[in-house]
């Protein structure tokens, strides 16, 4: 069975709790099942780290295996380049990434309004919530191209 990876970065298993009028009430767990709803034959494997370094293992275990990627970063997304190089890595040799946020970080402080993986990401959506990693889903499922 293919699968594709849910990759969550820092403060994001806190989901359900954490400023809930920013980022909803709905849990990790709760998308988790959504996704795997949406997703019929394919696996979803959604992960959440606090560690960067593991984000960065994650990421190259898609360059290796192909498996496309729906990746929100979290605040890594607004300065880590080691991030911006794995994320690179993976799109350069021909893999899905795309950069998904609950929020709308162009609409919060100035410090989100950069994103040092836009450039090398496939795609972004942000500010729809968990219908933003609904929508990347929907895209992966729809392009069987991208599943390797
Ligand atoms: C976020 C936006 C980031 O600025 C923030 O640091 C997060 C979550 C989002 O999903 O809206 O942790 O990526």
């Known amino acids: 069975m293919s699968s594709v990876l849910v990759l969550n970065g820092p403060n994001l298993g806190r989901l359900g709790t954490r400023e809930p009028d920013v980022y909803g009430s709905g849990t990790l767990a709760e998308l988790r099942e959504l996704l795997q709803s949406d997703a019929a034959e394919t696996a ?21 295996s192909g498996a496309p990627v729906i990746l929100n970063a979290g605040a890594w997304t607004h300065y880590s380049f080691a991030l911006r190089d794995a994320v690179a890595l993976v799109t350069k040799a021909g893999g899905t990434v795309i950069e998904v946020h609950l929020s709308n970080p162009h609409a919060r402080e100035e410090f989100r309004h950069t994103s040092v993986i836009t450039a090398v990401a496939t795609g972004v959506i942000a500010g729809l919530g968990f219908e933003g990693y609904r929508l990347a889903l929907a895209y992966i499922l729809r392009n069987p191209s991208v599943i390797r």
């Open 44 to 64: 979803i494997d959604l992960r959440q780290t606090d560690d960067e370094a593991e984000l960065l293992r994650w990421l190259h275990e898609s360059a290796d």
